[in-house]
């Protein structure tokens, strides 16, 4: 089964996939990287960081500094504590998309048979944006998983191509859409094929 486990708090809690709790990149020069992707998912302190990531709370602090004087995270004070967040500027969000190619590169590295499936739809020029989610994206998959995968394009055409070439592949297609419920899901666990620019376009996020 494909499935990343990071602490956090509870007893092997499964998380969405990511980069966090991967051995190839739980090294100290990948922690702004894995710092960045816990970031993402809502705003921290230093000492749940180091807990998350599994390091010392000392060298989460001077990652946190180097990525402050980066002008990539700042922080709120409340109470005692330091609460870090991601900035809303171009140098956070190149570290943002660094982040999603380094997930999207230890996904197919956990699960080589989607080598075939990201390559052909990355060279598609009709594609803007393929974001994998479900089982996937959550962790959760095994060998029999479907492989769900929304592509923002009104062409059916497309869909019935690429489900055509790849047999346990579940393609939704559609324009990006917040109030749609699916889309709501897909920015809560996702792992983006192509066209991260587009995704953060789309969600707003640096706005």
Not at 14 to 32: R, T, Y
Not at 71 to 85: L, P, Q, S
Not at 125 to 135: H, N, Q, R, T, Y
Request: proline residues 2%; positive net charge.
């Amino acid at each position: 089964m494909i499935r990343i486990r990071v602490s956090s708090g509870g007893q092997g809690e499964a998380l969405p996939f990511s980069i966090i709790g991967s051995n190839k990149f739980h090294v100290e020069q990948n922690v702004s990287i894995q710092i960045i992707a816990l970031l993402l998912r809502g705003d921290s302190y230093p000492r749940k960081l180091a807990k998350d990531l599994g390091i010392s709370h000392t060298t989460v602090l001077r990652k946190l500094k180097d990525l402050l004087d980066e002008n990539v995270v700042d922080f709120r004070v409340e109470g005692k504590n330091r609460v870090y967040f991601l900035k809303k500027t171009l140098e956070s969000r190149v570290y943002v998309f660094m982040t999603e190619w380094y997930t999207l590169k230890a996904l197919i590295e956990q699960a080589p048979h989607l080598r075939s499936v990201v390559r052909t739809i990355q060279e598609r020029e009709d594609i803007p944006l393929a974001v994998l989610f479900g089982s996937y994206a959550k962790g959760t998959a095994d060998q029999r998983s479907d492989i769900d995968v929304y592509i923002e394009t009104g062409e059916r055409e497309v869909k019935q191509e690429l489900e055509r070439c790849h047999s346990r592949l579940s393609i939704k297609i559609g324009p990006w859409d917040q109030e749609n419920l699916l889309i709501q899901e897909i920015a809560k666990n996702h792992v983006i094929i192509k066209g991260v620019e587009r995704y953060y376009e789309k969600t707003k996020f640096f706005e």
